[in-house]
Nanobody
Framework: VQLAESGGGLEQAGGSLRLSCVASTSIFTYTMGWFRQAPGKEREFVAAMSPGLVYTQTNYVDSVKGRFAISRDNAKNTVYLQMNSLKPEDTAVYYC?????????????????WGQGTQVTVSS
């Protein structure tokens, strides 16, 4: 599975960006996640969504709850991360990840495939 992120860029604080991640194969049965790595920091979990058509589970790191939303379009093999009310501390490289047997959304080593990342920079 290959993943390709897009949608990053430079945005002012309070603005919005929408990241996209297109997979090379069907993602219907895969958990999809977003992680980020800020300069000088370890990569951290941002959001994830379980597989499914009607009922799906989502989870977010506390710092983005109420501001970010993950969604998926299985027909397009795409997962999105809508980021609103951006803050300078959201500045990071954002990575898309997927796995078929993810049990704990926030655990990096449960994801099998990763994208190359897209840079998000939020200015104050």
């Amino acid at each position: 599975v290959q993943l390709a992120e897009s949608g990053g860029g430079l945005e002012q604080a309070g603005g919005s960006l929408r990241l996209s991640c297109v997979a090379s194969t069907s993602i219907f049965t895969y958990t999809m996640g977003w992680f980020r790595q800020a300069p000088g920091k370890e990569r951290e979990f941002v959001a994830a969504m379980s597989p499914g058509l009607v009922y799906t589970q989502t989870n977010y790191v506390d710092s983005v709850k109420g501001r970010f939303a993950i969604s998926r379009d299985n027909a397009k093999n795409t997962v999105y991360l809508q980021m609103n009310s951006l803050k300078p501390e959201d500045t990071a490289v954002y990575y898309c990840a997927t796995g078929a047997r993810v049990r704990v959304f926030s655990k990096e080593d449960e994801y099998d495939y990763w994208g190359q990342g897209t840079q998000v920079t939020v200015s104050s």
